[in-house]
Nanobody, 116 residues
Framework: EVQLVESGGGLVQPGGSLKLSCAAS????????MNWVRQAPGKGLEWVSS????????GMADSVKGRFTISRDNAKNTLTLQMNSLKPEDTAVYYC?????????WGQGTQVTVSG
């Protein structure tokens, strides 16, 4: 059974930090491009960041560039998103997404709320 389980969300004040994790199982993690995607209240899905299967190539949305860092550990089948200098507009449900050819998997999401 394929599983993507996000954790690490919560309530944080503006300027604070959170580290999101995504634990993957049930598929060959090191073959998949991994993404973080978020959905703010009342809005559609927004791509946040991607990392290549080997971890050498990353991409970041302009809205989070310089504040967020994506990484992966293929030995542990985990994906992380380090989020610093958080802003109220970063408030959203954050989803972990895995892509490889026609396959695509999603986690259940973790809530991040930036308020103070």
């Amino acid at each position: 059974e394929v599983q993507l389980v996000e954790s690490g969300g919560g309530l944080v004040q503006p300027g604070g930090s959170l580290k999101l994790s995504c634990a993957a199982s049930g598929f060959t993690f090191n073959q998949y491009v991994m993404n973080w995607v978020r959905q703010a209240p009342g809005k559609g899905l927004e791509w946040v960041s991607s990392i290549s299967s080997g971890g050498k190539i990353t991409g970041m949305a302009d809205s989070v560039k310089g504040r967020f860092t994506i990484s992966r550990d293929n030995a542990k089948n985990t994906l992380t998103l380090q989020m610093n200098s958080l802003k109220p507009e970063d408030t959203a449900v954050y989803y972990c997404n895995a892509e490889f050819l026609q396959d695509e998997y999603w986690g259940q999401g973790t809530q991040v709320t930036v308020s103070g």
